[in-house]
């Protein structure tokens, strides 16, 4: 009786923690320092960055050289990120509009994460009005790549951005507010154009259990129709645009890494089996359940596309250096399945399963794979501390 008794008093206290009005804010930034405790910001490169004499990140060289002539940026073909950056937009918007400003955007940066946490704790909160369910969830969500990224990432990749915006028009009803929020997500990453058709997929799945009709022509119906058919409108603008200023200003261009699956390559295989675990960590917990419940229930058209939907999660993660950053662009699928186990399951059991979720994506270090066989650990603030010590008192004990 004693792990019944610990597991019962924790869910107490988590209930007694959460009251008052501005209780989801209370929660969001519990989630946020939790994260920023257990994997604190690599900092120092940023302050490399901004110095004079500091080594620059490379990523914001050239988003300032786009913000300073999108159409025709100097260096594009100085290495393969920059090639790969010439249709990502909304950095170098936000760099000519902030005068290069690399620590306001960073800032906004951390906002956009602050937010995207609130608003997963919002929605949870509407659909299992429990207070306890939307904590655990939520302080998970904010220790795994997904939310971890929006603080860490001071490189000048701006993924939070895109994971913004598509967690804003997947939640939305206005069909502007859909449409502009991928647009930006779009031109953020191209990650985020795959991503697009995992909001489908949100919506064949929610819509089916709403309406309980899993047949084909219901899930077909529900992914070219309402909020979908927003996301159809945004593709064909996206490439129409991307299509047309290819043509006309970049004719030559040509991503190098098309046609090879680097992650499969020698030089890049030993980090793809620890990205397809940390990209998710303890969250595969809700992953597999959903599926269970979906096999259970016999919901198998449904859970055929959900499937394919991950594969091509998958599929299009072993084309990059970062996999980590595209399985991340996958969140969609985590947050439909925690919805699938609020619907189908009872208030207990969910709150068990995201429990141990919780207990993993908090104690599971925060690790990922930046290609070339690079794995990176974001270590704890304590050790962050212990290390400016070694430094300064120079005991040269991390080298």
């Known amino acids: 009786m004693l792990l019944e008794n610990f597991y019962g008093s924790s869910l107490l206290w988590i209930e007694a923690q959460l009251s008052g009005k501005n209780w989801l804010w209370k929660l969001t930034f519990f989630a946020v320092a939790v994260s920023l405790f257990l994997a604190f910001p690599p900092y120092s490169l940023l302050l490399h960055h901004l110095r004079n004499d500091g080594v620059s990140l490379d990523a914001w060289v050239f988003i300032q050289n786009q913000a300073q002539d999108l159409l025709h940026p100097k260096d594009m073909d100085y290495d393969i990120r920059r090639e790969n950056m010439i249709f990502r937009w909304t950095l170098p918007v936000l760099s000519f509009l902030t005068g290069h400003n690399v620590l306001l955007i960073l800032i906004i940066q951390g906002v956009l994460g602050v937010l995207f946490l609130y608003k997963l704790a919002a929605f949870v909160h509407s659909v299992s009005g429990d207070k306890v369910i939307t904590a655990l969830f939520v302080t998970a969500m ?75 022509p219901a899930l077909l119906k529900s992914a070219f129709t309402g909020e979908s058919l927003v996301v159809w409108i945004a593709w064909a603008i996206y490439f129409t645009i991307r ?39 303890g969250t595969w917990l809700i992953l597999i359940s959903a599926f269970a419940v979906l096999c259970l229930t016999r919901r198998y058209w449904l859970l055929l596309a959900l499937m394919a939907g991950f594969a091509v999660l998958v599929a299009t993660g072993i084309y990059v250096h970062d996999i980590d950053r595209a399985l991340s662009y996958g969140f969609p699928f985590i947050l439909l399945a925690v919805f699938i186990l609020i619907e189908t399951s009872s208030t207990s059991t969910v709150r068990l399963i995201l429990f141990f979720t919780m207990i993993i994506c908090v104690s599971h270090p925060q690790v990922f794979y930046m290609g070339y066989n690079k794995i990176l650990w974001l270590e704890p603030l304590p050790i962050k501390v212990f290390m400016l010590i070694d430094h300064r008192m120079q005991w040269g004990l991390f080298g």
């Open 243 to 281: 299509e047309y200023v290819q043509m006309t200003y970049f004719p030559g261009h040509s991503y190098s890494t098309i046609g090879t699956p680097v992650l499969l390559a020698n030089a890049h295989r030993n980090g793809l089996g620890s990205s397809m675990w940390g990209a998710f960590e």
């Open 142 to 216: 904010a220790n795994i790549f997904v939310g971890v990224w929006a603080f860490a990432d001071v490189h000048g990749y701006g993924d939070e951005y895109a994971f913004f915006f598509l967690l804003l028009a997947l939640l939305s009803k206005n069909p502007l507010v859909i449409f502009l929020s991928l647009q930006i997500a779009f031109f953020t990453d191209e990650r985020a154009v795959v991503a697009g058709g995992y909001l489908l997929l949100w919506w064949m799945g929610t819509k089916a259990y709403r309406n309980n009709n899993f047949g084909v």
